[in-house]
């Protein structure tokens, strides 16, 4: 397997490192969606999804199928679905301990 750089890796992970994109993630990890239908999903407001939408696409983690005047947006592969999935699944066993946690490095 190749190695990845590191500063490439800390991009990356930052990418799943907002409520609101994760909550577009969650709301995508079962169908694609429409910008409108991620909006109405997560009750949020369209341009901020949009700015989102296009920070999770940069990242790769997302894609994008243009579909008349409409964007499908979806789960890139399945690794990352299986990465989201992993998350819940690490989560539900250190989860006290990360809503316990006081010590933030940036």
Do not use: P, W
């Not at 500063?7 to 993630?25: C, M, N, P, S, W």
């Not at 109405?40 to 199928?65: M, T, V």
């Not at 947006?73 to 679905?81: F, G, K, L, V």
């Amino acid at each position: 397997m190749e190695t990845v750089n590191l500063d490439t890796k800390v991009k990356f992970l930052r990418g799943f490192a907002d409520k609101t994109r994760i909550q577009i993630l969650e709301t995508l990890m079962d169908q694609e969606k429409t910008v409108s239908q991620i909006v109405e999903d997560i009750n949020g407001n369209q341009s901020n999804i949009s700015q989102h939408l296009a920070c999770l696409k940069g990242c790769g983690i997302i894609s994008g199928r243009q579909q008349g005047r409409y964007c499908y947006y979806s789960i890139r592969n399945e690794q990352i679905r299986e990465l989201l999935t992993m998350f819940n699944v690490v989560l539900a066993d250190v989860q006290n301990d990360v809503a316990s946690c006081d010590s933030h490095i940036d």
